[in-house]
RNA sequence: GGGCUCGUAGAUCAGGGGUAGAUCGUUACGUUCGCAACGUAAAGGCCGCGGGUUCAAAUCCCGCCGAGUCCA
């Protein structure tokens, strides 16, 4: 149905012809009448390898300067790469592909471009084929997506399908790729809620562009059908190219993979710790990694399956046997590997993210650790810094990495720690399984290596090792991984939150938010547009709404003599709703009333300044630990404020001294705090994403608001200067997932209370121990210590007390069959005492003890020799029996039992029951 | 955001309602010119914190705090 979409001009004019490929059926243009396959693989082979397709060898800094320069020429401004964290986005964690940038706001003709047309080289991080990398020969983790793209409106063409061919076509020629090698593939595309015609550029096999042409959006009652989605025209619709920069760098030089034509220094010096003999210049070893890569390009060499079948095919074709092709390859491929996920980890360390178990920190240390177990594999001792090192040397056009390169060094050599730390631990607890094992004969279960790798992090690989080195085997299925995903596939999906009056508030318009052009004023009067149960819309308000991680604003409205107390304030799309408590009497207040405001000026204040404070603490802390702290989350009270960071380690208590007092200084500095709007991306471009710390706003325009040294977008409001925030104090700092670090503070009167709080719980401790509170510290550790020497002193003394009660009892002991037999009530013993008693009794062979004590309801402890044993003499019997007199129960060992109950006036009764059990016992024997 | 595991001696960990244990380390003594090794002995525990259940909780239940780990 897109079939009319790509009948060009620019085909027509040039000489190309339209042909459907005879191995997979797609459609695709191509210069040379000849041809039947679409240039794609798998319908045809990587034929680059070997014979490179462009005039001169680029590595990737000419390449990207190269295409920037070209589009450049072409009335295109170049504009600077985003970050690979996409913190202007809430949906994704990684920056995927260009067009990224420009979501969503740009991209939904919200919000103007930053240049129109421009050019761009994106670094993007995509996981999905992390399996792939090193194998294929041709897979990365991080590539660079070269763009050019045009933001079109139905009244502002730039261009659209007929020269972004030309550009593509004159870029190629350029580069005196031969005309009659490439094909233009037609290939619709879809994905995050668009779509469109796009075509593919292939050249010898290799995919080096895709051009889309975004200019339909999902719409339910679209008539427009793509991979089973229907879609709708958009008014705006967009140029969004790519072209993989790596790929064009492989093809220029044609080496057997893209890694030894990427980064071929680092790929060298691995090799090398690995103690492999990297010989390109060896026809024989290259053609084995070109053929690899050839064949590769066929498949998706991510499944096991097709790892094995792409070795065999590699193995016939060269005739070598399966083994020793594998043998070869295993660690060339790790070490591709590495050399790709090193250079991932260099953006993203260098882009600000820090590993961690949740989120885009948790993408982080999984391609971490994965590093590490492949060094470990090939037993590469450096520490990963050193790699990272080598990557940021190899790209001077990011200065960023190599200013950033000591915290960077700092988050890995820890992270190299942690993971050792995890796999000491999973080894021992593997031995300890393994040996469990070993025993019963059986393998370790699946359902223990699952729990193994899902609970510790055991990789069921290392499992296999180590329990190998025991003598124990392990049931370890192919598909593990996939089982893991299963064991995780219970999450549901999250309710939509449910707008309230949805139909009756689009016919309303915009609330004007009036707080930002009078921030200190709180009376005003406002015309009743809509009231609906509790709820109240106004034309304008001073009452700020619940965003941003700030509480709403509290206060009254009054319409006649009708008061009412505003309980809530929230935002639909920009129309404020204030709800009004209205116990047990009906809303006096209908459409077209004018009523008078006034917002609850002390919890504004309080409010104001827990905002502005947060906003100095995230500065402070960013000047204490270093220029990766981010803002992961914050939320304002009244009485205190909490402040989530990005941080790799603990706060230290000095750390937060400090930060408490660059943060007052700057309250007592006095400085005005500056608000002001401005367009999105010249912000963006002034302040950078910096701005976005808590969280990203939506809209064209932003309010820019700035405290001493600190610039966010940001809606809350704020105190006018620093100084009127009063004291800060931090309350406590606590760690709320690893990478993140939550800072709790007060501000103002808050932090006044807060301290005074702090003070009289150091004056009440101190007052108990009659001691100055700064001698608490002292005296704590002075009691604390007697304390524990008390207690052990005691225990000795009842021990003793015991061995001299002994004596006496064994003196007053009744015989019963040979046995001495002792029942006593011990007064004022606690069953920590009778217990000390009994088992010193114990030591006699031939005693058996029945103790009681009436201390906290009854306790009784039994304790039978071995000789009384082999009678049939039961402690635990006997103390059961007797138990059960006092109310209560007990048990234990034949030899020892312990029990009690709470009828002390029982207690010679049940000594009594047990002296008779003992005798009848002694009979029956 | 969701799931799972774990907090016991300085370290590593057993125990899993009824007398708190092992190994290493520490200290002392013995052997030695001294060290290592060995032998003997000792010291070292709010069993993470707070509730609950029970005659009795390190152990079971709930909450909190702390650590680890997997997934989206």
Redesign the pocket.
Known sequence: MLEDEYQLDFFKNNGFVRKQCQKCGKFFWTRDPERNTCGDAPCDPYSFIGSPVFSREFNISEMREYYLSFFEARGHTRIDRYPVVARWRDDIYLTIASIADFQPFVTSGQVPPPANPLTISQPCIRLNDLDSVGRSGRHLTTFEMMAHHAFNKRDNEIYWKEHTLELCDELLTSLKVDPFAVTYKEEPWAGGGNAGPCVEVIVHGLELATLVFMDLKTDKKGDILIKGETYSKMDNYIVDTGYGLERFAWASKGSPTIYDALFPGIVNELMGLAGIEHELDNSEYANILAQNARLAGFMDVSEKANLIELRKKVASSIGMTVEKLSAIMEPVEKVYAITDHTRCLTFMLGDGIIPS???AG?LA??VL?RTLRMMKDLDIRIPLSEIVDMHIKNMPEYPEFRNNFPVIQDILESEEE??NA?ME?GR?IIQ?SASHFKKTGEKIPLSQLT?L?????IPPEMAKEVAAEIGVGVEFPDNFYSI??EL?NK?EAKEEQVIPFAERLIHLPKTKRRFYDEPTRLDFEAVVLDVFDNHIVMDNTFFYAEGGGQPADLGTVTCGDAMYRVVDVQVYEGIIVHTVDIPGRKLEITKGDIITGKVDEKRRMALARHHTATHIVNDAARKVLGKHIWQAGAQKFEDHSRLDLSHYR?ISPQEIRQIELLANRTVMENKRVVTEWMTRTEAEQIYGFGLYQGGVPPGEKLRIVKVGDDVEACGGTHCLSTGIIGPIKILKT??IQ?GVERIEFAAGDAAVRAMQKMESLLVDSAKTLSVPPEHLPVSVERFFGEW?DLK?ENERLKEELARTRVYRMLGDASEVAGLRVVAESVVGADSLEL?KIA?EL?KQENVVALLASDVE?V?LVASVGEKAIKCGINAGNLVREM?KIVG??????P????????DPTKMQDALARGLELVKDACKEA
């Open positions: 178990n949740v989120k948790y240390r999984l650790r942690k993971f995890t631990r021992r300890k729990e790798y899902d609970s510790h992090g893991i995903g995780h999450a603990h606590e760690r690893d524990k052990k217990q088992t114990l309801g306790k138990s209560g129960g007990g048990g234990g060992k030899s020892f039992a312990m029990g009690g109950g709470t």
